[in-house]
C-alpha cells in the first residue's frame, strides 16, 4: 500500500495550491480519504475529508477556502486551497480509511509566507 502526496511548496498568503495524493495497493473507491496538517510543535489535525459516497468533512479554520475531491478513476484524492495564510504553514499528510484499515502517506510540506 503506498498513499503518494505531492504539490506542497511555498507560496504567498493568499496564494493557492493544489495537493494531490495517489494510492495504490487498495480499493480506492470504498475507502473515506482525508487530509491532516501537522505544523510545528502542535498536534497532527484534520484538514478535511471524503467519504466514499463523496461527502466532505471540513476544519471551521479552513472552511470556504480549502476544497477536497477524489477521482476515483485515478485513484487519487486532491486538496485545493486557496487564500493560503501563513498559520495553514505544515506538513500536509494523506490518510485513507476502511474500516480498521488505515493508512498514511509521507506528508508534503506546505510554507505560506507573509
Known amino acids: 500500500v503506498q498513499l503518494q502526496a505531492s504539490g506542497g511548496g511555498l507560496v504567498q498568503a493568499e496564494g493557492s495550491l493544489r495537493l494531490s495524493c495517489a494510492a495504490s495497493g487498495i480499493t480506492f473507491r470504498v475507502f473515506a480519504m482525508g487530509w491532516y496538517r501537522q505544523a510545528p510543535g502542535k498536534q497532527r489535525e484534520l484538514v478535511a475529508d471524503?467519504?466514499?459516497?463523496?461527502?466532505?468533512n471540513y476544519a471551521d479554520s479552513v472552511k470556504g477556502r480549502f476544497t477536497i475531491s477524489r477521482d476515483n478513476a485515478k485513484n487519487t484524492v486532491y486538496l485545493q486551497m486557496n487564500s493560503l495564510k501563513p498559520e495553514d504553514t505544515a506538513v500536509y499528510y494523506c490518510n485513507g480509511n476502511f474500516g480498521r484499515l488505515d493508512f498514511w502517506g509521507q506528508g508534503t510540506l506546505v510554507t505560506v509566507s507573509s
Open positions: 471524503i467519504t466514499s459516497g463523496g461527502s466532505s
